[in-house]
């Protein structure tokens, strides 16, 4: 079992910016690829990035290809999610996940952390 705990979320303008963290405890971390997801109000939860778990690989929606990116920090246990050029569409509670990544298709473990929300107004 992964704990996750995401943070970083909060109230921003269109266009601006926001950087997500995800902390993670118990199994080893650097043992899974990590994903972000969100979930829009009377939407299903969607794939947002992905990065193996040696950071070696990374992959996006193409909705956040080129805005958003995806790191992670194998000592600290941290993923992050660097969102710029943020717009009203973004707004949604983001999600990590520890999963497991093969040709570009993260499958999501069962494990998640409780959310953080994201809003851009317009």
């Not at 299903?44 to 990035?49: G, I, K, S």
């Not at 909705?63 to 973004?90: C, H, W």
Request: net charge neutral.
């Amino acid at each position: 079992q992964v704990q996750l705990v995401e943070s970083g979320g909060g109230l921003v303008q269109a266009g601006g910016s926001l950087r997500l963290s995800c902390a993670a405890s118990g199994r080893t971390f650097y043992n899974y690829a990590m994903g972000w997801f969100r979930q829009a109000p009377g939407k299903e939860r969607e794939f947002v990035a992905s990065i193996k778990w040696n950071g070696g690989s990374t992959y996006y929606a193409d909705s956040v290809k080129g805005r958003f990116t995806i790191s992670r920090d194998n000592a600290k246990n941290t993923a992050y999610l660097q969102m710029n050029d943020l717009t009203p569409e973004d707004t949604a509670v983001y999600y990590c996940n520890a999963g497991a990544s093969y040709s570009g298709t993260h499958y999501p473990g069962p494990d998640w952390g409780q959310g953080t929300q994201v809003t851009v107004s317009s």
